[in-house]
T-cell receptor
Framework: SQTIHQWPATLVQPVGSPLSLECTVE??????LYWYRQAAGRGLQLLFY??????ISSEVPQNLSASRPQDRQFILSSKKLLLSDSGFYLC??????????????FGSGTQLSVL | EDQVTQSPEALRLQEGESSSLNCSYT??????LFWYRQDPGKGPEFLFT???AGEEKEKERLKATLTKKESFLHITAPKPEDSATYLC??????????FGSGTQLTVLP
């Protein structure tokens, strides 16, 4: 069966520091991978998605970046964090279903607090 | 532009008190409507996919239905462990899913 690992679970970082969040998927090959951010009491905002190694699409302009160095590894990074980067970050994966565009499976999330 | 609106924002029920959560949507070409459950501090957990108006799906005390304008998540005789935030998401003309802001359900013992 497929599993998705995301770490760390919580992270407190000072403003201006770098960020690296990692996500790996097991039990499937060539998944679509996603990074979402969820603000308190609000819906999920798609940040990045990837359909293959080295292929990254950005949905929202910001100081974050994403990379996919391996088929089942997705990394979210920042060179200098801002206060507004605080939030709950979720990694997700999917395979294409012919009847619907995406059926997503989420990781357990990382709560990032930028102070 | 695909849009999803969930109501109510929060709902408090007594154990055993059945109710429904609403997900209203506008879309040009529905590919699928998804329901997720999210516990505090956790990632959303997939519940159901509905593809066309009139379709229904059930799982334990939950039943999801779909019309051309909205979807309902019916909760029959809820228990405290059903307390969570329920999210609906739309697959339509946008490349990726459009999520609603969720309904926070609290079931009191």
């Amino acid at each position: 069966s497929q599993t998705i690992h995301q770490w760390p679970a919580t992270l407190v970082q000072p403003v201006g520091s770098p960020l690296s969040l990692e996500c790996t998927v097991e039990g499937t090959s060539n998944p679509n991978l996603y990074w979402y951010r969820q603000a308190a009491g609000r819906g999920l905002q798609l940040l990045f998605y990837s359909v293959g190694i080295g292929q990254i699409s950005s949905e929202v302009p910001q100081n974050l970046s994403a990379s996919r160095p391996q088929d089942r590894q997705f990394i979210l990074s920042s060179k200098k964090l801002l206060l507004s980067d605080s939030g709950f970050y979720l990694c997700a994966w999917s395979t294409i279903n012919r009847r619907a565009r995406e059926k997503l499976f989420f990781g357990s999330g990382t709560q990032l607090s930028v102070l | 532009e695909d849009q999803v609106t969930q109501s109510p924002e929060a709902l408090r029920l007594q154990e055993g008190e059945s109710s429904s959560l609403n997900c209203s949507y506008t879309v040009s070409g529905l590919r699928g409507l998804f329901w997720y459950r999210q516990d505090p501090g956790k990632g959303p957990e997939f519940l159901f996919t509905l593809y066309s108006a009139g379709e229904e799906k059930e799982k334990e005390r939950l039943k999801a239905t779909l019309t051309k304008k909205e979807s309902f998540l019916h909760i029959t005789a809820p228990k405290p462990e059903d307390s969570a935030t329920y999210l609906c998401a739309l697959s339509g003309s946008a490349r990726q899913l459009t999520f609603g802001s969720g309904t926070q359900l609290t079931v009191l013992p």
